[in-house]
């Protein structure tokens, strides 16, 4: 009799201990996910029961990934920087998967994305890399597009308050096909930014209507920007003591210089078509498709690249590094020239990345007041000649998470839950204000947001405005963007250096675009919308076409115009 009853209590031990030890896994992960909530994600569009629930959502769905190490990459961004050191953390005591972000170069992100592809070899299981590689995704079929995901083996993965509707930049990750094929994790645009405070000056407001005949204000187009470059440059020369510059920029050959260019310098002065994202049929890196498939960049082949337009932005590109620039810009490269603007003796730049807006509202700066606020702003690009209404204006940097189908279900699926935690609204709103990169409507328009904007120089209001429609990505227009994208920088620096004209320069960069696109056309490596290059014509058959290419204009320097800033905040607001 006692032995049956120890035989009953030994027998019932097991479950008795499975159940504690699940009670005490739940509390585990329900306790980290309080913890993080109250001290961490402090901010949210959600509440806090509303973060509590989001969070018990992922602890559920991790539950058959617990103790796997997942391993993902992105570039050196801030906000990569705080997904990698807290959100990875976090994720991780919530969910039990054991989750290591790198960081790396972006040229690295690009190359084990590359080497990925071409081996089949697993080196992470997801990438945040940008949406410039939407065309090269499409066309390649070798990542796993979010969409499918969603409605196949991710399904059960799949975040019932993901919430796409509320991201700001599916436009930029969807094929031609209409597929979404990556989910954006941060977004910044390039800008126009200036001296607000310079800008004020009544002196200055005077000396340079008095030259230029009309008001010192937002450059809306290339012809102000350089006058008011040159205004600052050889007219005022020297402010409160400094000698100071109208414009900024870098020239040294090196890969951050094709970034200058790719990164929509020829969409500025119009040399592609109307569209939303992107120019069509001809993009703003002037290559040209028709129904889906690249014809050519060469003008003899319907493209724009080395076309008038492109020509003048490149011209105007040289004149000012070496007209109205600091004479060492030169010799800089991308990192090297982002810090000068805040050193205090520069009046303006045509674009520069609103990634550096946390660096560049940091106290104790020349460029920010004693009370935190900046003396300087920043506004749209001014637009070039060629720019018509209905084009894109500038650049928009979108990183977005991406799967490639050489990665194990099982680790795809445990990478595609952080994807989603690092985008959710509960952690999303925190990221948002550390690294200014916002990827939602919701975040955008938060009362959080209406607070810090009065420090961040105008980013929240161009976020907030129509206009940000207009900055987009690399579009699908470009087959294969690592390798072209090397082609840039070696010949644009030739013309940079003066070792070549800008249109010897752009021949040979038209040139070598096609001969990469031919030779994907005959190695027929894509089976979605591979190049089929058009046979080259007369240039003067597609100059005369409606659309890009466009001929040369008569006066490439129409009178200058520019907006007084409050005006144009005024006018996003009507819209």
Known sequence: MHYNKKKIALAALPIAVMLHSASLWADQYSDAAEKWVDNEFTVSTLSKQQQLEEMHWFTEAAKSFRGMDINVASETLTTHKYESQVLAK?????????????????????EKLQTQMQSGRNIYDAYINDSDLIGTHFRYGKVVPISDMMAGDGKDYTSPTLDLDDFIGLS???GPDG????????QFANLYWFRADWFARPDLKAKFKSIYGYDLGVPVNWSAYQDIAEFFTDKVKNLDGKRVYGHMDYGKKDPSLGWRFTDAWFSMAGAGDKGLPNGLPVDEWGIRVESCHPVGSSVSR??????????????KYVDWLSSYAPPEAQGMTFSESGPVPAQGNVAQQIFWYTAFTADMTKKGLPVVNEDGTPKWRMAPSPVGPYWEQGMKKGYQDVGSWTFMKSTPEKRRLAAWLYAQFTTSKTVSLKKTLVGLTPIRESDINSQAMTDAAPNLGGLVEFYR???????SPTGTNVPDYPKLAQLWWQYVSQAASGEATPQEALNGL????????????RAKVQPNCGPKLNKPRDEAYWLAQPGAPKAKLANEKPQGVTVAYDELLKSWQKK
């Open 179 to 186: 597929k979404l094929y990556q989910l954006p994790d941060q």
């Open 90 to 110: 976090a994720f991780t005591e919530i969910t039990g998967i054991n989750l290591h972000h790198d960081l790396i170069q972006e040229g690295d992100v690009i």
């Open 465 to 471: 405005s129509p206009a940000r429609t207009e900055w």
């Open 510 to 521: 038209a040139a070598a675009q096609d001969k990469v696109m031919g030779r994907l056309e």
């Open 302 to 315: 319907g493209g724009a690249t080395n076309g008038p337009a492109a020509v003048y932005a490149t011209q």
């Open 172 to 174: 930029f990750t969807t």
